[in-house]
């Protein structure tokens, strides 16, 4: 319910109030729950979401990375994670309005462009 009633706020300001509502859900390592949680807001903030993109993608990106660790080293929550990741990303990027692909755009490039293998996947991986 609390993220119904955040949801609700955002609709009314979502670019004032979308940078404030994000950053804690941020903070990696992230849970399923907080990403989750990242899903809600960003379908509900469509027309905002290009504000916070390089926010959003660096972090996504690069908890996308430390769950292929986790399936690697055999974490049973690892496939939920990645769920739960696959789904936000997805949102991000059908989220991003025409006027805010550039920055979109720039922030997965700059991903794409990075020295790790696993971040350039991803970041590829993103614009799918």
Same mark, same amino acid.
């Given at each position: 319910?609390?993220?119904l009633?955040?949801?609700?706020?955002?609709?009314?300001?979502?670019?004032?109030?979308?940078?404030?509502?994000?950053?804690?859900?941020?903070?990696?390592?992230?849970?399923? /729950? /907080?990403?989750?949680?990242?899903?809600?807001?960003?379908? +509900?903030?469509?027309?905002?979401v290009?504000?916070?993109?390089?926010?959003?993608?660096?972090?996504?990106?690069?908890?996308?990375?430390?769950?292929?660790?986790?399936?690697?080293?055999?974490?049973?929550?690892?496939? +939920?994670?990645?769920?739960?990741?696959?789904?936000?990303?997805?949102?991000?990027?059908?989220?991003?309005?025409?006027?805010?692909?550039?920055?979109?755009?720039?922030?997965?490039?700059?991903?794409?462009?990075?020295?790790?293998?696993p %971040?350039? %996947?991803?970041?590829?991986?993103?614009?799918?």
């Open positions: 319910r609390a993220v009633g955040i949801c609700e706020m955002l609709r009314l300001r979502s670019r004032e109030l979308l940078p404030v509502v994000i950053g804690p859900l941020l903070k990696p390592p992230l849970s399923a /729950n /907080n990403i989750r949680a990242l899903s809600a807001i960003i379908s +509900t903030t469509k027309s905002a290009h504000h916070v993109t390089h926010k959003l993608v660096p972090v996504l990106i690069g908890e996308l990375v430390r769950s292929d660790g986790l399936a690697q080293g055999g974490d049973v929550h690892a496939e +939920t994670l990645r769920s739960a990741l696959d789904d936000c990303a997805s949102k991000v990027a059908a989220a991003i309005p025409e006027e805010g692909f550039d920055w979109f755009l720039a922030e997965v490039c700059s991903q794409v462009d990075d020295d790790e293998g %971040r350039r %996947r991803w970041g590829v991986r993103f614009l799918e």
